[in-house]
């Protein structure tokens, strides 16, 4: 791929392959001569638009996170991402066209979890998430681009929602009544964060705010989580929702997007694993 040449980086590339089951960038596995090693990713502009601001966002907490990770005695080369420069000083780079790639350092000897039955997975994921919001616990939020605009503000998602069913566009009203009916039974809880933190009684903190286990790398010998990925999300938010996120992915005992409802339910034991992880 051309685009490599506009980074700062050395040697010929050997090989380039489609790597990860990323449903949002495109991601690429580079080996140069040299012997180093990229991770090579599209960026989705379609759902981030400013990669500018997305891409400072990254810069400053990966440049704070190796700084506490040096001084909790940790290895900051792997414990976090390490963006490569282009060539222009941006990092990020646009091809002929329009196209926009960035470029990691590849971390070595990790693996990822799409899904998993084990609960010492969801446990490690949870230290690791536990972990990085900890490490970030002094970052100022307010200093990150807030890079997708009530991302997390449930109040304003089922305002949306009402929105939407009141406009009916498509005629599928009839076919959710009954899910609608329980989003309203439920509206009086949806503004209670954004509420805690008008009234003080919540911090506005730096969040993951996607906290999937497969956002997270593990040791492929320890399993212990290495590094949180996918930083894409990360601005302005609140620890509870990356907790209740992630709760909302691992503890399911069936897929995201599953249609058969009967089959979806609550894994108290995931919940438990997740929650002694995050609180270590």
């Avoid at 290895?75 to 926009?100: F, N």
């Amino acid at each position: 791929m051309e685009v490599l040449l506009s980074f700062c980086i050395g040697g010929q590339v050997l090989r380039v392959k489609e790597y990860g089951e990323g449903h949002i960038n495109a991601s690429y596995r580079v080996e140069m001569s040299d012997g180093g090693v990229y991770l090579l990713q599209q960026i989705n502009t379609r759902i981030f638009p400013r990669p500018d601001l997305l891409m400072e966002n990254i810069s400053k907490v990966t440049d704070y996170l190796r700084e506490q990770i040096l001084l909790r005695g940790g290895d900051p080369e792997r414990e976090t991402l390490r963006a490569i420069p282009a060539r222009s000083g941006a990092l990020y780079e646009q091809d002929e066209e329009g196209r926009v790639w960035r470029l990691y350092r590849f971390i070595p000897h990790t693996v990822t979890y799409q899904s998993f039955q084990d609960p010492r997975i969801f446990q490690n994921a949870g230290e690791a998430f536990g972990r990085f919001l900890s490490d970030l616990s002094q970052y100022p939020a307010e200093d990150l681009h807030e890079v997708i605009p009530d991302f997390h503000h449930t109040a304003k998602r089922y305002g949306a929602l009402r929105e939407a069913a009141r406009r009916n566009i498509c005629g599928r009203r009839e076919g959710v009544e009954q899910e609608l009916a329980f989003a309203e039974e439920h509206k009086a809880l949806y503004g209670r964060i954004v509420d805690a933190l008008a009234e003080g009684r919540l911090p506005l903190r730096v969040t993951h705010n996607d906290t999937k286990v497969n956002n997270v790398l593990m040791d492929e010998e320890t399993g212990r989580g290495v590094c949180v990925v996918d930083l894409d999300t990360v601005m302005p938010g609140f620890s509870a929702t990356d907790f209740g996120d992630a709760i909302r992915f691992g503890a399911n005992t069936a897929e995201e997007d599953e249609r058969d409802l009967s089959i979806v339910h609550f894994d108290l034991s995931m919940y438990q694993a997740f929650a002694e992880g995050f609180l270590a």
